[in-house]
């Protein structure tokens, strides 16, 4: 599904309520651009994780600032860049956590970076004094193919 | 209206709570204010139906791992049943099926409350 390039964005106010439209957006623009439901699934759960942090995070719940949601196309790939206004991090920090170590200590939440790192192919942090952006890829030809069936199995 | 429903049923000291909808950040304390009530009664043997649940972020996930450790040492068990493949890949990914006892259906899990535990 090779395609030209083009741009998709969508500017919203920091609210948990408008998750559900800026997952439509996603999936929507996925959709149409020819990835199949069990990628778009993953394309929407990443954006969510990371919208949703920035309303928790970088706005810390002040519903009057916007969350930009870009999405740009080209031959190769699709990338949503996600920006905010609010307080920054240190991308330093953000680690990958040791899953077993994690449960072990039945911990709530920060399981949302583990989960973009996991479900998208390429993940970036850029973070400046008053914006912060992360930058998401899905490559047309799954790059992952060959490990997607791992997470397939169902219970007994 | 939001885009999620809790619906619960009671059999005998078993009580299932039936999800619909979609569980992110924005429905997720919906999700805690049932299973804090469920915890309040002390009825702490509980089966949640993911069957009519379209979609589940890591704020849906978080709500288990937030309870599952008071239900378990107040003697009783959350167990998750009916997931669709979907729902199952989010919780595979977390590691989650180590932590939690997931079922096909329904009355597998309520007949597994009644069992000594093998583990």
Partial sequence: MPQAKKKYQLRIPSQTDNLELIREFVSRVAR???????????????????????????????????????IQIDYQKFTIIITDHGRGFDPKKIKTPDMKEYLAQMRVGGLGIYLMRTLMDEIDFNVHPKRNQVI?????????AKHADQSEARPN | MTGFEVMRAENGEVTLLR?????DAHTAPDLESALQKLIDEKRVK?????????????????VFMGFIEEVRSGGGDIKLTNMNQKIYRVFDLLGFPTLFEIRDD??????????????
């Fill in chain 1, 32 to 70: 149409k651009v020819g990835f199949k439901d069990d990628a778009i699934s993953k394309i929407e759960l990443a954006v969510d994780e990371a919208c949703a942090n920035v309303i928790e995070h970088a706005y810390q719940k002040n519903d009057k600032k916007n969350i930009d949601v870009a």
């Fill in chain 1, 136 to 144: 998401m890829s899905k490559y047309f030809l799954d790059k992952k």
């Fill in chain 2, 19 to 23: 999800l619909k909808g979609y569980l």
């Fill in chain 2, 46 to 62: 509980i089966i949640v139906s993911f069957k009519e649940l379209t979609y589940i972020s890591s704020a849906g996930l978080g």
């Fill in chain 2, 106 to 119: 329904e009355s597998h899990a309520v007949g597994s409350f009644a069992q000594p535990k093998s583990r």
